[in-house]
Structure formats: C-alpha cells, structure tokens
C-alpha cells in the first residue's frame, strides 16, 4: 500500500528534474528559493466504492524571490507553462506513476502567482494541484 510519504517523495523527486529548482517532500523551516514544496490537500477514500483506491490531491507551491520582481515573474512563467523544459506539469507527469508506486496522477491545474510574506520575506508564489489516484 502506497503511503502519503512515498506520494509526496515522488513528487518532490519529479519536480526535481527542473534544472536549478530545490523540492522539498516536507514544509521547511525556512525558505530557500526557488523551491516546490509539496504538501497534501484532499484525500478522497474508496473512489471505485470498495476499498482499494483512493483519490489524493496534493498542492506543489512554487516559492521565488521577489527581489526583481520582473526576473522573479518570469521565472514562474517558465515553471507555469504547460509544456517546457521549466514546465511543473511537465516535471510533474513525467514519471505518472511515481516508480510504480501510485496508479496515475495527474497536474490539474495551476491555481494562481501571489505574493506570500514568510518571516519578514515575501516571495512570489504558484499553486500547482496534483491530482494522485492510489490502491
């Protein structure tokens, strides 16, 4: 049985691929962008009404620095294209079933750039949805 662990390993191991982007399976103490980190959001349980396959969604938050806001909107347009070589969705489906761990998953959708004050920082931020479906 797939765990919410080896769910979030994977994805972080995906988002890894993006040359010069940090993952994180775990929310950090601190912010080093750029950085995903992945964090569970939703679990549906039972979706083919038996037990044995649950609907997972996780959120990949893409962090960057704001010092250049014009640099650091560019760099999440690039993370936020469909297809690329800096595309998380591409990343992200690249392996769709984490090493044979998850039965598919899917990026759904990105939720939207704001900016987010952590400590006395704020960094430019996309919210990536990741829909995971798992016995």
Do not use: W
């Not at 980190?37 to 037990?51: G, K, L, Q, T």
């Not at 079933?97 to 998953?105: E, M, N, P, Q, R």
């Amino acid at each position: 049985m797939t765990t919410i662990t080896d769910i979030r390993t994977g994805l972080a191991a995906n988002v890894g691929t993006i040359n010069g982007l940090r993952t994180s399976a775990t929310v950090p103490d601190q912010i080093n962008p750029p950085v995903a980190v992945v964090m569970p959001s939703r679990i549906s349980y039972d979706r083919a009404y038996h037990r044995g396959l649950d609907e997972y969604e996780f959120t990949v938050t893409v962090f960057v620095g704001r010092a250049e806001e014009r640099v650091a909107q560019n760099l999440l347009d690039g993370y936020c294209n469909p297809t690329g070589t800096s595309s998380v969705k591409t990343a992200i489906e690249g392996d769709r079933t984490l090493g044979g761990a998850v039965s598919d998953l899917r990026v759904t959708e990105m939720r939207g750039i704001t900016p987010v004050l952590v400590g006395d920082t704020t960094y430019l931020t996309a919210e990536f949805v990741v829909s995971v479906f798992a016995q």
